[in-house]
């Protein structure tokens, strides 16, 4: 694989790399999709992808608020905040 | 703005534009789309939330059956074909707002595709709109921008939200803005969201392109934060201009997304958000596919109204009414649906709909209530009317009872006995009042006798006056007549 | 025996040393604190009251930290139950550890931890295996009647086998997964680990059900016909035939447990899985991929670890994410996302999906034929630390006997199945879909002949708790 393609790839899954941490990688990655390219070679083209594991039937719940509220302490959990608010750095 | 101003005086090429529109309407639930969070606006911030919704480790989304339903029921008003095996997907992106950096959404299997919709253009034509699929997904949070931080607030995160794609089939801005007050109109009436775009809970984008009349499809540009149906039209007319001027100086239109600046008027291109997008869609590991049965969508058929603009039209035909008339009672499904229970009680259609449109109207809007919220029930205004019809009280007696109700929350005959507002018809309390009346009317008596019949309004003002409003005018000038040509 | 450690202080105190004695030498709990238990839910009389057990670090505990290995998530503290913890409880027994594990259940080692090293009870030089090796060491070192682990690839079979002890990973499904933080959430069950095979089987009745907390729950089957007719008949067994690069001990293992059954006098039937090579690329490529974005969630935006400094958003939350994971973790994020990229997907995941339809299908014809699948849980028994003896890349490959039961779907369970050179074989049993009983009673006779090895060093905990200590 082209090193291109792993910053391509890191930036998607928004992690940076540094350059020896990206010269690891880029080979460990390669190795393995250079192994999963082994499945080039069994003709599956017939079979439905199988996406699902388990469940065949519709599973849906009722529209009914639930009562326990961890809501405080999720906001204390929060690295950092304003308030009730959840802070990051300026988007814009 | 219109078509003029496509053109430039060298130039008298006019492009065709083409408008497709993704519409998100926030689903009217208890509760979140995957959790048991309240599903409210306006709550102190990251009160409604919960682990799941906030994208806590080990947490499982778990669908709620109303926002489905909800969704089904649009795809049926829409026509849609249903999908046999609705699939939810996940979408990957990263933002603060999204708690799992990735939303649960639907993308090879939408619950409905290739629908339609009627709508109603400004000129009065009929227009069928294709939709191209009805999907449901979740909400993200929302983040005010505050100095060097942004504030992260996530109760919206989790409101089920369905997405509408049209077809480009919209020609004009003009066309778009009649649409989506039909489509606000209609969702209202589904009952299936409020659709209010200030607050959000109706949002719109709108693609657009424009091209060489015949040519097709121009490259296409993508419109944000349209927060009202009015901006998106502006949005969509600024952005026609824009483009033609690029055509005719041989630029290229870039594909791109681009926001609408309220302010200052115009389309701005947005900072390209990292590389380009690659959301990476994969079948949502967590939820079972969702497979719509004969009898399950046979319920939710019984759901389906009758959409505003076929109303309006059975209206105008069942009840002869005017179409202004018949817009003005089909414009919210509660106001068409009081209106039809006083005409089934009897009530003349005409009578019903002027008192609905006019002092009903008059009076709730004076009291900021909705019909369906307010203490004049069907039966109220009916019982009302029938008292007026009967001839028990006058019409400016009628008023000031509709008032009561309203206000007081009573019904109109306990108002009109509590107060003796009875018509004085024949009694002879009518006659002893105008005889007192004619008594010190002298002058006008003698402008009568000499054939001017001008002061006969004046006594019969008076006359009302000392009744307290409560004598039948019409009883009162035949038996004011009576007694000046016996004299 | 075990009813009473908590709620007797005597009993209590040198259960505790026991535990510190062995934790020195094997570093299998990243939190131990029995005496957090209050005193309401030792007097409960439920079947399991007051008996202690650990979980894997990966599934939550109401105010334990829930650190899966990482630094992202080391000081996060858990504010809610899994939905198997909430049942465990009802039972009476009570949570006293957070077990070590590869991170995010990347590995097969629990050398990826970012927290801690586990040694293997039977030689600290060795890896107890992984992703769940400080769950499968406790209960070895018998610091614990059970443990909970989850098992995406072989997690819990895997160290389970090191160990020289019983690990069950269940039917997909069978097992709420609420509360376990998602590795890849098609593969993912949470199993039990434990040297009593009665024992095992209880907690599994207890865990298992539908849960309205996770959609992907399923009801099993309760007694199929062919279970009941266990007692009466002997059920047909099946071994992985061919040359499966086996390590000599293992190899010895295996042949013998085939061997034994034989003069027992079971039918015993040499079977094929002819997509067996292709279960670890397809494997990979799906756990990756989902990998990928279940762990998007980590960002320093709302929880765990926030890197310093960051001036826009998308700084914040690469600078986390480049600090917080460790390298295989990255390195298993950057798969999945290069497998799901537009362009790639069709020849990797959508590829992956179909050979798993294929594994599907192969199983569900074996079991025509035959009724339990024996095969090996991992072709080494546990290797030394570090990649001297076995490389990150050859551990992934090693991964095929257990993986194929996640792709399918099925239960498995492995089972110790003698000591060889000092150490543990484990092997490997699989059954039909939702046929955990019929797995049981198949660990069961073979428990009979080859019974669970006793680590050196291990006292039961009657004689923990009736002697006069050490």
Redesign the interface.
Known sequence: MQKEELF?TA??A?LELDEKEAEKLNEAVTGMIEYFSLMDKIDVDDLPPT????????????????D????DK??ENAP?K??????????? | MDKQDKTDKKDKTVFETFIGLEIHIQLI???KIF????NSFGD????????VC???????????????RKSYLMCLALNCTLSEKA?FD?K?Y???DL????QISQFEHPFGINGYVETTLPDGQAKRIRIHEAHLEEDAGK????????????NRTGTPLLEIVTEPDFKSGEEVESFLQDFRRMIRYLGVSDGNMEEGSMRCDANISINYPGKGLGRKVEIKNLNSSRHVKLAIQHEEIRQAKMIRSGETIIQETRLWNEEKKRTESMRSK??AN?Y?Y??E???????PTASFIDEIRENLVELPHLRRKRFITEYNLPSETAEFLTDEKGRADFYESVCKEGTDPQTAASWVKGDVAKVLNREKMDITSSPLTAERLVSLLKILDEGKINGQTAKKVLDMIITENRDPVSIITEHSLEQLDNSDELSSIIDSVLAQSSAALEQIKSGDMKPVGFLIGQVMKLSGGKADPKKTKEMIMEKISAL | MWKDVLNNSDKKKKYINYVNDWEQKIHSFLEFDPERTSAESLSGGGRFSGVPYAVKD???VKDYR?T?GSKI?EN?V???D?DVIGKLHSSGAVPVAKCNMDEFGMGSSTDNSALAVTNNPWDTGRVSGGSSGGAAAAVAAGLVPFSLGSDTGGSVRQPASFCGVYGLKPTYGAVS??????YA??LDVIGVLSRDLNLLGDVFDMIKGQD?????TVKLDPDLPSDLQIDDGKPVFGYLGGDLGLDKSVEAGYRNCIDMLIKQGYSVKEISIPALDYVIPAYYTIAT??A??NL????G???GYRSKGAET??D??KKTRHEGFGDEVKLRILLG?YV???GF?DRY?IKAQKIRTKIINDLASLFKTIELLILPAFPTPAFRHGEAELTQYQQKVADKFTATANLAGIPALSFPAGVYGGLPVGLQLFAPHSREKLLLKGAAIIGREIPVPEVPGYRSIEDICGGQGR
């Open positions: 391509v930036s998607l928004r996406t699902h594991a388990a469940a065949k039937v519709n599973r849906t719940r009722k529209d009914l608020p639930s326990i509220s961890l809501a999720m906001v950092e304003e308030g009730r608010f959840i802070t990051v750095p300026n988007v814009l | 639930t208890q509760t959790c048991g969070c309240r102190p911030p990251n009160t409604n939330v919960c682990p906030m994208g806590y480790p080990g947490v499982l989304p778990v669908l709620n059956e109303e926002a489905v699939v996940r990957n990263f933002y603060p708690p799992k950096n990735y983040m005010i921008h505050e100095g060097a931080v942004s504030l992260c607030d996530f990292e590389d690659d990476r994969f079948p590991p967590d939820l079972p596919p969702f497979i | 990966n599934i939550a829930l899966c998530l996060f858990s504010p809610y899994a997964r609420y509360g376990l933080v998602a959430s098609s309205e907390k996770d959609q992907t991929a989902e990928s974005a998007a969630r980590f960002n935006v709302r929880y958003p998308l914040l939350m996302t799901l990229r537009s997907q995941y």
